[in-house]
């Protein structure tokens, strides 16, 4: 079974920082193309950031320079390291590759 597994969601200060980890099962993050989406409240799914099956990877402008995309081949781990935080990125975050996406964490930026 395909799986995804999203964590370190919380509440913080805006100018703040935060790194999610998303943990694969059932494939290997090594080849697939794998990314982040976020949905904040009363809109839709908005696209953060993508490494592609080379690893290249990109950004949304709203998180350019502030957010970092990397994966632990090893541990099979997705993370986005979240500097710089502003209250516009609070949302629910998600990962996703091979077809399916984790089921969310929280992130909420907020004095």
């Known amino acids: 079974e395909v799986k995804l597994v999203e964590s370190g969601g919380g509440l913080v200060q805006p100018g703040g920082s935060l790194t999610l980890s998303c943990a694969a099962s059932?494939?290997?993050?090594?080849?697939?193309?794998r990314g982040w989406v976020r949905q904040a409240p009363g809109k839709g799914l908005e696209w953060v950031s993508n490494?592609?099956?080379?690893?290249?990877?990109t950004y949304a402008d709203s998180v350019k320079g502030r957010f970092t995309i990397s994966t632990d081949i090893a541990k099979n781990t997705l993370y986005l390291q979240m500097n710089s935080l502003k209250p516009e990125d609070t949302a629910v975050y998600y990962c996703?590759?091979?077809?399916?996406r984790g089921q969310g964490t929280q992130v909420t930026v907020s004095s």
């Open positions: 996703q590759s091979s077809g399916t």
């Open positions: 059932g494939f290997t993050f090594s080849g697939a193309a």
């Open positions: 490494a592609d099956s080379r690893g290249r990877v």
